[in-house]
């Protein structure tokens, strides 16, 4: 069967993604409403009820936005670390204990078929963490939410098949935008999010022989547009000799529909 992946929404309203392998089938974060959760699901022609369990980043509210009220409808168990739990009390409602479980930043948990690693990023949040997804030597590694990339997060992320990597915002578009700058600030701090341009510096350092595909996430609605996240970053990429549709494409994420179910 293999690993199959979708990006069921990305951006500043919420964020939702799904991978599946013979045996298990995870969520990670669920940013948006139940109900519109349970839509996205369906343009994947996949059922909630079937899930295994639910992988939490962060707290920050596009990414547990939905979070309680599916754990509880579906009686689904949630994985995320120490800091995150403490940091979602009092905004996701009451879980039962029987579904509470702890996914340490920096660990390998297995889901049968599934190695799932964690690692940290730089965001402002309690401890944030996204992972990489393994299975039968394929490699699946998802990054948003982080004002930087370092050398670490590269090492850990590098060379996989598939990339879902935050490209964040324009710069130009965020100076010149309506945002406080305050704000502003913040996104381009280094507990922020990560702009096009750095996006593709960062990726020219992590793709490999067998990185085939790379989905371009967490775009912000008020300071990016598709076109040019994908235009930026590719003409970075080529800068360093890498060739959108050569060994690699590239391809979009949206905040409302999900991308098409995809094998590693």
């Known amino acids: 069967m ?34 519109q959760l349970e839509q996205l699901f369906g343009q994947i022609d996949r059922d909630l009820r079937d899930l295994t369990a639910i992988l939490v980043t962060h707290e920050h509210s596009d990414h547990i936005k939905g ?9 689904l168990p949630i994985y995320a670390n120490e800091k995150t739990w403490k ?36 965001h ?6 996204f992972f990489v997804f393994h299975h039968e030597g394929k490699k699946l590694a998802l990054i948003t939410d982080t004002g930087y990339v370092s050398d670490r997060m590269k ?29 502003k600030r913040r996104i381009l701090s280094d507990v922020g999010h990560v ?37 930026t970053v590719a003409q970075t990429l080529a800068n360093r000799g890498l060739t959108v549709g050569d060994q690699f494409d590239l391809y979009d994420t949206d905040p409302k529909i999900a991308t098409k179910l995809a094998y590693v």
Request: glycine fraction near 10%; charged fraction near 25%.
């Open 87 to 122: 940091a979602m009390e009092g905004i996701i409602g009451d879980i039962p204990t029987e579904q509470k479980f702890i996914f340490p930043l920096g660990q390998v948990r297995s889901f049968g078929d599934l190695e799932v690693e964690s690692f940290g990023v730089s």
């Open 124 to 129: 402002d949040a309690a401890e944030p963490m």
């Open 195 to 231: 702009s096009n341009e750095e996006a593709g510096l960062a990726l020219a350092d992590v793709i490999g022989d067998r990185t085939k595909r790379i989905y371009l996430a967490h775009l912000s609605q008020d300071n990016n547009i598709k076109e040019l996240a994908r235009m």
């Open 2 to 35: 293999g690993m199959q992946f979708s990006v069921l929404a990305s951006g500043s309203t919420g964020n939702a993604f799904y991978i599946e392998t013979e045996q298990h089938r995870l969520l990670v974060d669920a940013g948006l409403s139940g109900k």
């Open 155 to 183: 090492g850990i992320i590098k060379n996989a098949d598939v990339f879902i990597f935050e490209s964040n915002h324009d710069v130009e578009m965020l100076r010149m935008g309506r945002y406080p700058w305050n704000v």
């Open 67 to 75: 979070l309680g009220v599916i754990a509880r409808k579906y009686q």
